[in-house]
């Protein structure tokens, strides 16, 4: 059964900490996908990565970077959590070419 | 520029009624693909349909149906004799390009709540 996991459900950070999410997929996808959804915006793509240690810019990439050093996991950070940084992060995977996407249950990250 | 569109915010009714959810996209590719997403209120969105830009044909999968129209831009999700599970948030998505590339890179609508009462 295709299964993405994400680290936490719920997180709650301080302005200017440094926060991670972990995403992680056991389905050996190729390519992995972060998005955040805000209500009225629908979901945005932060980054994605099409291989280990590959990465692109999605649509709304300021203030984030993410790290892919295993095929299985692809990290989401917050160098310096802003409180326009709360929102649900969604992480996803998909095998190339086949276009769609399996999404993780989410992260809702409040920054405070 | 692409771009989808679910012109419905909250889509309310009772049980057993028909609802139709409109999705209309813009795209200049004459290939591309069409999804619908379900997101229940536990968070996780689940693939429900993939569609290519040359097969026009209506699909049915039980209760829920899609009509995909070129002429008119559409990709509309009909659910017959809705159930109080079927109460979420449907979202609509394009991708565009001939190559493994880009057919990887989706472009969400904003979503329609639908909500379906006893």
């Known amino acids: 059964d295709v299964k993405v996991t994400q680290s936490s459900r719920y997180l709650v950070k301080r302005t200017g900490e440094k926060v991670f999410l972990e995403c992680v997929q056991d389905?050996?996808?190729?390519?992995m996908f972060w998005y955040r959804q805000d209500p009225g915006l629908g979901l945005r793509l932060i980054y994605f990565?099409?291989?280990?240690?590959?990465?692109e810019k999605g649509d709304i990439p300021e203030g984030y970077s993410v790290s892919r050093e295993k095929k299985e996991r692809f990290s989401l950070i917050l160098e310096s959590a802003s409180t326009n940084q709360t929102s649900m992060y969604l992480c996803a995977s998909s095998t190339p070419g086949r276009g769609e996407q399996y999404f993780g249950p989410g992260t809702r990250l409040t920054v405070t | 520029a692409q771009k989808v569109t679910q012109a419905q915010t909250e889509i309310s009714v009772v049980e057993k009624e028909d609802v139709t959810l409109d999705c209309v996209y813009e795209t200049r590719d004459t290939t591309y693909y069409l999804f619908w997403y379900k997101q229940p209120p536990s968070g996780e969105l689940v693939f429900l349909i993939r569609?290519?830009?040359?097969?026009?044909q209506n699909e049915i999968s039980g209760r829920y149906s899609w009509n995909f129209q070129k002429s008119t831009s559409s990709f509309n999700f009909t659910i017959t004799a809705s159930q109080v599970v079927d109460s979420a948030v449907y979202f609509c998505?394009?991708?565009?390009?001939?190559?493994?590339?880009?057919?990887?890179?989706?472009?969400f609508g904003t979503g329609t709540r639908l909500q379906v009462f006893p």
């Open positions: 990565s099409y291989d280990v240690k590959m990465k």
């Open positions: 569609r290519n830009s040359f097969d026009e």
């Open positions: 389905m050996d996808h190729e390519n």
């Open positions: 998505a394009l991708s565009e390009g001939v190559d493994a590339y880009n057919t990887d890179k989706l472009i």
